[in-house]
């Protein structure tokens, strides 16, 4: 367990619509970070947030969009749901994030998207 | 931004044989270089990483190498056993703190 939690696990939904995923990090983490892994393939950074403000922007969507609260947690919200948008998506938090160091990135256990 | 290819895409060997697994990057400016092993519909897991001021280093069977000269590093698994099978990430990161991912290795290990 590496003290990230991720709700849901599954999510089944339709296109078109709209979801929220939630991520918790490791207590003291003050860097979150989005991931999309499709089928087969290997994981596609989305996003970072650190202490509450985006610190940086990988391949995400503009029908995407992330925020992380006062409390650390973060939410990744999909909109306009399409099939392809059909994937695992982790998030993963490590202490700092500030840059000119790296920190270890630990993952939560993901949460199974299915758009229909 | 930084690009890491990984070579190769599935490798099979036998239990108690040697893996190898090899990863290229782009960036001079990466210094971090971690790897991870996900099982079937699990989370990635980080089982080592290297720095680079550092050339190799050593846990148990696994054992990672770090050429900045050539820009490529390598995960080397000795006496491999059928636990080991997963799919094998590397990463490389600029100290931005932001990781990127190598395409991934499908390792089996045949009992």
């Known amino acids: 367990d590496s003290g990230v939690t991720q709700t849901p696990k599954h999510l089944i939904t339709a296109t078109g619509q709209r979801v929220t995923l939630r991520c918790s990090p490791r207590?003291?983490?003050?860097?979150v970070y989005w991931y999309q892994q499709s089928l087969d393939q290997g994981l596609q950074f989305l996003i970072q947030y650190y202490n509450g403000e985006e610190r940086a922007k990988g391949n995400i969507l503009e029908r995407f969009s992330a925020q992380q609260f006062p409390d650390l947690h973060s939410e990744l919200n999909l909109s306009s749901l399409e099939l392809g948008d059909s994937a695992l998506y982790f998030c993963?938090?490590?202490?700092?994030?500030?840059?000119?160091?790296?920190?270890?990135?630990?993952f939560g256990p993901g949460t199974r998207l299915t758009v229909l | 931004g930084e690009n890491v290819e990984q070579h190769p895409s599935t490798l099979s060997v036998q239990e108690g044989d040697s893996a190898v697994i090899k990863c290229t990057y782009s960036d001079s400016a990466s210094n971090y270089f971690p790897w991870y092993k996900q099982e079937l519909g699990k989370r990635p897991q980080l089982i080592i990483d290297i720095r680079s001021n550092v050339g190799e280093k050593k846990d148990q069977r696994i054992a990672v190498t770090l050429n900045k000269t050539a820009k490529h590093f390598s995960l080397h698994i000795t006496e491999t056993q059928p636990e080991d099978s997963a799919v094998y990430f590397c990463?490389?990161?600029?100290?931005?703190?932001?990781?990127?991912f190598g395409t991934g290795t499908r390792l089996t290990v045949i009992p």
């Open positions: 207590s003291g983490d003050l860097s």
């Open positions: 990463a490389a990161d600029t100290g931005a703190n932001n990781l990127f």
């Open positions: 993963a938090s490590s202490g700092s994030g500030r840059g000119g160091s790296t920190d270890t990135q630990y």
